[in-house]
């Protein structure tokens, strides 16, 4: 299949969204995405949820309402993610946000939230998960839905200069063992304490977030919507592949990378420099 639209995202950014980028550790982009790469991605979406790989996962009860899967690593079998992370603009959105000059790929990851799906998307940051430092890292979080925001992502504002804590796992929240890491607060039980944003979002949006950001979510309170969104992993000019003590989700494999090493290998390809 040959790519909808190219490689330009449908507008250029504004040095204000880069800005809000800084400050709160996530931006809400409106309109970036053409339909043709929504499109894109409702087949491709429709490939994967008919191929899971090894890695997908349901955190849905299975007695319960809706569904809550997860897979990852669809790039590596599935020729349309492939396309789309060598084709489509998000390379470019990341790039420009974060200010960086050369742009390696980490990986990408789906979620799909049925409607009247109950089940909450714990809160956590990123990074911690994976072995990359830096901070030019970030994922690009694109809805295939109309999103409401009390179903949509949710981001603690600032949190992106938080130090890290301890990943847990989606299934069963139990905790990575041997990180060293401190447990991330309640944050439901002092939610008044925090600025919580969140937001609207309709297909051509896309949400970008630093790999520190606290985020989460709840269920999927619509009754007409499904929430399938896909967010894609981008590492800039201070990236760097970092051994970490303890358990790490990200890569699931060898990239064959020493610690402190550029990203660029077969596992991390460089997309733009």
Request: charged share 25%.
């Amino acid at each position: 299949m040959r790519s909808p639209l190219g490689a330009e995202p449908r507008r250029q950014l504004t040095q204000k969204e880069r800005d809000i980028y800084e400050t709160d550790g996530v931006a809400l982009l409106s309109g970036v995405f053409d339909v043709g790469w929504v499109d894109f991605l409702r087949d491709a979406f429709e490939v994967a949820l008919s191929n899971p790989g090894s890695l997908a996962e349901e955190y849905a009860a299975a007695d319960g309402p809706g569904r809550f899967f997860a897979d990852l690593n669809m790039w590596q079998r599935i020729p349309l993610f492939r396309q789309f992370v060598f084709e489509s603009p998000a390379a470019k959105i990341a790039a420009d946000i974060m200010g960086a000059s050369r742009i390696n790929f980490f990986y990408d990851q789906m979620f799909v939230k049925e409607s009247g799906t109950l089940e909450r998307t714990p809160w956590h940051q990123d990074q911690p998960y994976w072995a990359v430092s830096g901070q030019q890292v970030c994922s690009v979080w694109i809805p295939l839905d109309p999103v409401e925001k009390e179903s949509s992502l949710q981001f603690v504002k600032g949190s992106h200069r938080w130090p890290a804590h301890n990943p847990h796992h989606f299934g069963d929240d139990s905790p990575y063992e041997g990180t060293g890491l401190p447990e991330l607060p309640n944050i439901d039980s002092e939610i008044e304490e925090y600025e919580i944003l969140r937001w609207d979002m309709v297909p051509g949006d896309c949400l970008v977030f630093q790999g520190m950001s606290v985020h989460g979510s709840p269920g999927n309170s619509s009754e007409v919507h499904r929430r399938r969104a896909l967010a894609t992993r981008w590492c800039g000019d201070d990236a760097r592949y970092r051994r970490k003590a303890g358990e790490v989700a990200i890569p699931t494999s060898d990239p064959g990378l020493a610690d402190g090493d550029l990203l660029d290998c077969d596992l991390f390809p460089a997309i733009l420099r």
